[in-house]
């Protein structure tokens, strides 16, 4: 199994700071066929189910403001919030698609 | 619009099997695969399996096997997710979700409570 690490577990922001997370997987999910990365964040707030917000590493989701934004290659990703909001109070999960599902435990992020 | 819409909640003693139920509109029901993920209270997501309501195959997350049976009725629309020999462990939020490569869609959760 294809196994997830994000960092930090959690992270606290000023308002309008960047809030960064890490995403690192145990093999690279960089498909050689098609050239597209198998990963995929999602954000989940308290009592609902995850939504997700990039697919294919960096394609955002319709919806999603433009101050999230997704990067990374093979084994190395990053989501970026680039000036945070009271609204973006969450948990963050990265998941590989590559071979089978796995997910990254999971980062926090709170306002500072 | 694509919905999945499950089941309410459950309570359930340990040693018993709980039925969830997913009903799904808004798309073609046999084109997509249907997954199944949970979520013990503040933990993270867990893949359980798949079904493929076009034939019905199935596969399902090792930890799972020989316990969790997914199946559908193509009638409704619907999926359903059936686990057995409930321990306390089993205690979570199950959602199912509309596959397309990635989770795009996700039902709005169903808690199942495994208590004495």
């Known amino acids: 199994d294809i196994v997830m690490t994000q960092s930090p577990d959690s992270l606290a922001v000023f308002l309008g700071e960047r809030a960064t997370i890490n995403c690192k997987s145990s093999?690279?999910?960089?498909?050689?066929?098609?050239?597209?990365?198998?990963l995929a964040w999602f954000q989940q707030k308290p009592g609902q189910p995850p939504k997700a917000l990039f697919s294919w590493a960096s394609t955002r989701e319709s919806g999603v403001p433009d101050r999230f934004s997704g990067s990374g290659s093979g084994t190395d990703f990053t989501l970026t919030i680039s000036r945070l909001q009271a609204e973006d109070v969450a948990v963050y999960y990265c998941?590989?698609?590559?071979?089978?599902?796995?997910f990254g435990q999971g980062t926090k992020v709170e306002i500072k | 619009q694509v919905q999945l819409v499950q089941s309410g909640a459950e309570v359930k003693r340990p040693g018993a099997s709980v039925k969830v139920s997913c009903k799904t509109s808004g798309y073609p029901f046999t084109d997509y695969y249907v997954h199944w993920v949970r979520q013990a209270p503040g933990q993270g997501l867990e893949f359980m399996g798949w079904i493929y309501p076009k034939n019905g195959d199935t596969n399902y997350a090792q930890k799972f096997q020989g316990r969790v049976t997914l199946t559908r009725d193509m009638s409704t629309s619907t999926v359903y997710m059936e686990l057995s020999s409930l321990t306390p462990d089993d205690t979570a939020d199950y959602y199912c979700?509309?596959?397309?490569?990635?989770?795009?869609?996700w039902g709005q959760g169903t808690r199942v409570t495994v208590s004495s």
């Open positions: 093999q690279s999910v960089l498909h050689s066929s098609d050239n597209r990365n198998y």
């Open positions: 979700t509309r596959e397309n490569w990635y989770y795009a869609n």
């Open positions: 998941q590989q698609y590559r071979s089978g599902r796995t």
